[in-house]
């Protein structure tokens, strides 16, 4: 092997210090869930018009992405609880390729059932990719330091988004008029569809640059010597079964509010995300796609560097007081583009992405914290990863309320009732914290 790692292991799993070559490797995998949830956002537009749908339908690119989470991570996680966390990442970078490469016959097909099957390969390939590294990455060092360290990964994720989201404005979306009125002004049948086609094509473009970099990844991780980072000595024999596992879980209160806090943060997300640009068109109907793709840029731009701020927050204060604070803020942000004037409407959306970033990581490392007896981990991880599948109901919930009240904007109202929702369970978090202190 190429790289060794020096750090030592510890029996329950977490390592002396961090192999820092092998954790930034790690979170390179970050910006690659990040890149392909931006390019969603990309294809919902894209579809909109192209196969002329509904808002609520559009969104069912965000259910087949994120329902291939839900359906995936359970088994994934066995496979790595028998084999290793480098496996896990061999097999979800394998699978993110063959996704990928899906969109070659997808585009000359052209089909909406099509492409939502490419759209769901690939969130197979995530699944195990993130039900891996996630857990991983709070493994690479020593326990105290968890959250923070994969905070510091989850930095990476928005990076991800922007260069999808970019990759999508100059490769999918052209100039000129939007695709509505260009469909429109097509003089018959035939010309709509074959305008349509043409447009499909441009879609496989920056899935060529994906596979290119995944293939890279995939060369380098084969390489590189990673720890196990699971817990040794007398434990490890004692495998725990998956209805062992989920009896204790269940039995742990903070551990159930938590899969609901990360199913409401990933619905959230993933709404305002998916409906950012078609807002900006429906505020700005003189725009062209690739012109209203800059409030997506922007957004991801604040999610950033929301990111940074929380991540310097979080390392002098309580992540759970922090989060309580951005979820508060970010509730109202988003109350007031729902029912505010329509002219700042949008730029309250993209102000709302500055409080969007600690939330997964914060969610995700302070729930798996609450697993005492590390033989749960992997098999707790992933039920956290299936929480990703709020990201295929409340994109669909928030479309179908566009769809009932006739107004993209007011639909926000969902986003900030996950907000709340979020709110609440960080404010739990700081009670029982308070609780365990004075007993």
Request: charge should be positive; include cysteine.
């Amino acid at each position: 092997m190429l790289i060794r790692n020096p750090a030592r292991q510890l029996d329950s799993g977490y390592l002396d210090r961090t192999p820092w070559f092998q954790f930034i490797l790690l979170s390179l995998l970050f910006p690659m869930w990040g890149a392909a949830a931006g390019l969603n956002d990309i294809l919902i537009t894209q579809f909109k018009h192209v196969f002329t749908l509904s808002d609520a339908a559009t969104a069912f690119v965000q259910s087949a992405f994120y329902g291939g989470y839900f359906l995936i991570a359970i088994p994934a996680s066995r496979i790595i609880r028998r084999t290793s966390y480098k496996v896990g990442v061999l097999i979800g970078l394998s699978v993110y390729i063959v996704g990928c490469a899906l969109f070659f016959p997808a585009s000359t097909l052209a089909t909406y059932g099509m492409f939502l099957f490419c759209i769901f390969a690939i969130a197979v390939g995530l699944s195990f990719l993130e039900t891996s590294a996630n857990t991983y990455s709070s493994m690479l060092g020593p326990r105290e330091s968890g959250t923070l360290r994969l905070n510091i990964s989850q930095t990476f994720t928005p990076i991800g988004n922007l260069l999808g989201v970019i990759l999508g404005k100059y490769l999918i979306f052209g100039t000129g008029d939007s695709i509505e009125a260009q469909m429109d002004a097509a003089p018959t049948a035939e010309a709509k569809a074959a305008l349509g086609e043409d447009l499909l094509l441009n879609t496989l473009r920056p899935y060529a640059y994906i596979l290119v970099v995944l293939v890279c990844l995939l060369v380098l991780f084969v390489i590189t010597d990673y720890p196990r980072a699971k817990p040794a000595g007398p434990a490890e024999p004692q495998r725990a079964g998956l209805a062992e596992t989920l009896r204790v879980l269940a039995r742990t209160a903070q551990y159930r509010k938590g899969i609901v806090a990360q199913f409401l943060y990933v619905g959230l997300q993933t709404a305002v995300w998916s409906f950012t640009i078609r807002l900006g068109l429906e505020l700005f109907p003189e725009m062209n796609e690739r012109e209203a793709t800059d409030f997506m840029i922007v957004g991801f731009v604040c999610f950033l560097v929301g990111k940074f701020v929380a991540n310097w927050l979080i390392a002098r204060h309580s992540a759970a007081r922090v989060l309580v604070a951005y979820c508060g803020i970010g509730a109202v942000l988003l109350l007031l583009a729902a029912f505010g004037p329509a002219s700042v409407a949008i730029w309250l959306v993209i102000a709302s992405n500055l409080l969007m970033g600690p939330c997964w990581p914060t969610i995700f490392g302070q729930t798996l914290d609450t697993i005492e007896d590390k033989r749960h981990q992997e098999t707790g991880g992933a039920i956290l990863v299936m929480a990703i599948v709020g990201g295929a109901v409340v994109p669909v919930l928030q479309g179908g309320v566009s769809d009932l009240l006739g107004s993209l904007q007011h639909s926000f109202v969902v986003s900030a009732a996950c907000f709340l929702g979020i709110l609440l369970y960080f404010r739990s978090n700081l009670r029982s914290s308070a609780a365990t202190r004075s007993s």
